[in-house]
């Protein structure tokens, strides 16, 4: 009976909560999915218009939050799990202390500066004139989470990923400066809104299925800069879902914060781990060039041998005995220049291209090899080997001259 009692007063003290914020037009969303730590989502309102910009609240209510006071403020008292988890969110918290008895919240920031450790945990001064209504409204815009201009950041990659279930969009964004934590949220939710009202398709049959409909599935992928970009390391995801799309075409979810309309953000917890192993293996041009050249001059002439070859193979100019006889050499010479490539140093974000665009030309090289390696004796007939093996060597011709036009692009 007694928790019964006390899950009662607790939603006592949502409903003031939520009363109180759109009295003075804030739109109070309650979370009823397990956020620890955070009841509501409260968001700016401006002529009918959400804003995008929210803060988080956690609500207390009943006497005994009320009852320890220190001058002209209520001593919130928490453990210390909970304050670094509200100080750490993507979103500004608040903490809203509900008088059912008066009908007032007051309510204090949780930050750095108001929470002070007592040692194992914490207390906050919540004054007793910070009261949610009209007076309070200019504090809590100056709080609310911006809304970040279109020039803070730039869409490297725009992916339809649709299928015949869910419309899906995917976007990949690189920071254009330096961002607090909800600040990215803001990107993040940005992004995610203006993402599912995109008409981009992949193709006309994608584009028959869903025409002008907004998609139902928005990933976020964010960048700190270019060189996380090249080496695939986002500081973070987001993953929106529209709550009406049925369980059964749903991605699998994400754990996170969701900071905001059931918008989950992924803070990727080795993020700076990677960045910073990136940054010291990292080479100058000059060093990477210095071991790339002899490779891709290696991997040139392995290009041209092996296409003659096989082209003389192809026309029975040579046996397959003749042409595994000739190419020994050349074979042993494409399984170095594989594992060389996978072995050269981290290359800078400028020269990102052609080390891309080398590893796959050293796997279409070694992937010849392979067609042709005597283990491999009976895993494909002459014709499929001779045919699959023409097409690594085709690809790999492409490549070349992509990396060719990079290389002059760049030096």
Known sequence: MRGQHTDRIARQGVALAMRAFEAIGLAFREQHESDYGIDAHVELVEDDHATGRLLGVQA??????LSETMGNSFVFRADAKHVDYWINHALPVLVCLA????DDVYWQLI?????ESTGANYRV????????????????????TIVAPQDRYTILKTDDVSHGTAKRYSFKAVLNGTFSK?????????????GAGRRYYRSHLVERRWGESDAQVVWTFIYP?????????PVCRGLWINSSLPQAARPTAIKGENVGDGLIVDWISYYA??????????ATKEEFFAAA???IELLDDLIQYFRKALRSLETSQLTKAEFLERSQGHLRQAADAYREVGDLPVAPYECSEVDKLLLQIAGNIDNVRLFYATENPAKWSDANRLSLASEQAKDATSSMTALQYELERIT
């Open 60 to 65: 207390k209510a009943g006497q005994s939050y």
């Open 273 to 282: 781990d990677v960045a910073r192993i990136s940054a010291e293996s990292k």
């Open 99 to 102: 008088d059912l008895e008066n």
């Open 182 to 194: 909800s600040e990215i949220a803001s990107i993040v939710r940005q992004i995610t809104t203006e």
């Open 293 to 295: 050249i002899p490779l």
């Open 125 to 144: 001064m919540v004054p007793k004139d910070q009261v949610i209504d009209d007076q309070s409204l200019p504090a809590l815009r100056d709080i609310l």
């Open 111 to 115: 930050d750095r500066d108001t929470a």
């Open 225 to 233: 800069s270019m060189d996380d970009h090249a080496i695939n390391n």
